[in-house]
């Protein structure tokens, strides 16, 4: 069949509105019509050619919402119609990642996923006869994929994929890295560096977990307004100080934040968000996602004496067993979703979420097909 799709043809250049050619579904594989998907500073981060893993020619996108419109032999808990989210972090239960109980790092299909193939080791995208690769195991950015089975959490079908497509990525990873990756208690103080998508979902993870003083950091002030919305207490615009941010975070604090949150992909804010921690039992967790060749460092006495350094991907989140619950918990008003939804576009004009992204305008673009 056909797709539409945007793809990355060549790093750094914009997306290419085309028709490709799709394979249909293999044994255990679903074909999904997305109607919408979210644009995650991530795919820009691929896009970039900073990603070690980046591929091209390939489709992007990971935070869709999608409609099941066929399945292929064997699969078992999908069916038609279901509505579905892609996950880029499957969730197999069988492999010894996902029955160690320790993580949602599910490998089942990790190494074909990074290297832009279907769990076969074959692409179901090309153009002209030749091969267009799969991106996160998502590709969200065609209107219609083919994924594995083990890579849909099957959600409500009265939710809104235009809203829930963001539950895909950005608000979950926010979300989760605070409740199920730091596990943030009642009463603790909790620092954010970044309020873009991802951050503005730890300030609300920090508010779900009752967090009683929530500080968010950033440079483009323009994001404080949606971030005291979400329940920062606090607002933090390094630019403003003299000193190092995590020396202004640690006066600010009476000695440093019990816990802290790094969601911008930056090496040196990393260290900022570690050392800001509170000696003996601070906790920093790495979320921003850094390009090739890039290392973190600080002293190692900061780590002997009780900080910690974590780093969440999709927040910990097992996405067949948590996001229809997360579903639930938007359309009972408990998750904000809508709120971080800033422009909405037809796949044709994908390039303007990228550049709004750039410069500091948006928190997300929401496609639609
Ligand atoms: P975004 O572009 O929407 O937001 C980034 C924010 O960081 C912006 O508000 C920007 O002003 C701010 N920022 C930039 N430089 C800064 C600095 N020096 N100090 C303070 N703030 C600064 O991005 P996003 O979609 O929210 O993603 C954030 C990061 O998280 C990216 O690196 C992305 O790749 C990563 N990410 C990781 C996961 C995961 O599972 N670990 C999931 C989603 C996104
Ligand atoms: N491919 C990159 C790393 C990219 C990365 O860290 N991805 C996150 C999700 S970001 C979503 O917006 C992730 O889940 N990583 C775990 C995994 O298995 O990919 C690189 O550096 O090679
Ligand atoms: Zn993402």
């Not at 900073?50 to 869709?64: M, N, S, T």
């Not at 066929?70 to 010894?96: A, N, Q």
């Not at 009642?186 to 508010?207: D, E, K, R, W």
Request: proline letters at 5%; aromatic letters at 6%; glycine letters at 14%.
């Amino acid at each position: 069949m056909k797709t539409r799709a945007a793809v990355a043809f060549e790093a750094g250049k914009p997306l290419q509105i085309e028709t490709l050619d799709l394979e249909g579904p293999k044994a255990g594989e679903v074909l999904i019509r997305n109607v919408a998907t979210g644009v995650c500073h991530t795919d820009a981060f691929t896009l970039s050619g900073e990603d070690p893993e980046g591929i091209f020619p390939a489709v992007l996108g990971h935070e869709g919402g999608a409609i099941v419109e066929e399945v292929g032999p064997g699969v078992r808990d999908i069916k038609v119609g279901d509505h579905v989210i892609p996950l880029y972090t499957p969730e197999c239960r069988e492999c010894s990642f996902c029955t160690s109980g320790k993580t949602n790092l599910c490998q089942a299909i990790r190494a074909t996923q990074g290297q832009g193939l279907m769990p076969d080791g074959t692409t179901r995208f090309s153009l002209n006869g030749k091969p267009i690769y799969h991106y996160m195991g998502t590709s969200t950015f065609s209107e219609y994929g083919v994924l594995p089975e083990i890579a849909l959490a099957q959600v409500s079908i009265s939710a809104p994929l235009e809203k829930i497509c963001l539950l895909g990525c950005g608000i979950t990873t926010g979300i989760g890295a605070v409740i199920n990756t730091a596990k943030v208690e009642p009463g603790a103080t909790v620092a954010v560096f970044g309020m873009g998508g991802v951050g503005l979902s730890a300030i609300q993870g920090a508010v779900m977990a009752k967090a009683s003083r929530i500080i968010a950091i950033d440079i483009n002030e323009g994001k404080f307004e949606l971030a005291r919305q979400m329940g920062a207490t606090d607002t933090v615009n390094p630019n403003d100080h003299s000193n190092p941010i995590q020396e202004v975070i640690v006066e600010m604090t009476n000695g440093g934040v019990d816990y802290s949150f790094e969601c911008v992909g930056n090496v040196n804010l990393m260290r900022a968000a570690l050392e800001c921690c509170h000696k003996g039992w601070g906790e920093s967790v790495i979320v921003g996602v850094a390009g090739a060749g890039q290392e973190i460092s600080t002293r190692p006495f900061q780590l002997v004496t009780g900080r910690v350094w974590r780093g969440s991907a999709f927040g910990g989140t097992r996405g067949k067993t948590q996001l229809p619950g997360m579903v639930e918990q938007y359309m009972g008003g408990e998750i904000k979703v809508d709120e971080f939804i800033t422009h909405t576009m037809p796949l044709e004009d994908i390039n303007k979420a990228f550049d709004l992204m750039h410069e500091g305008k948006s928190i997300r673009t929401v496609i639609h097909f």
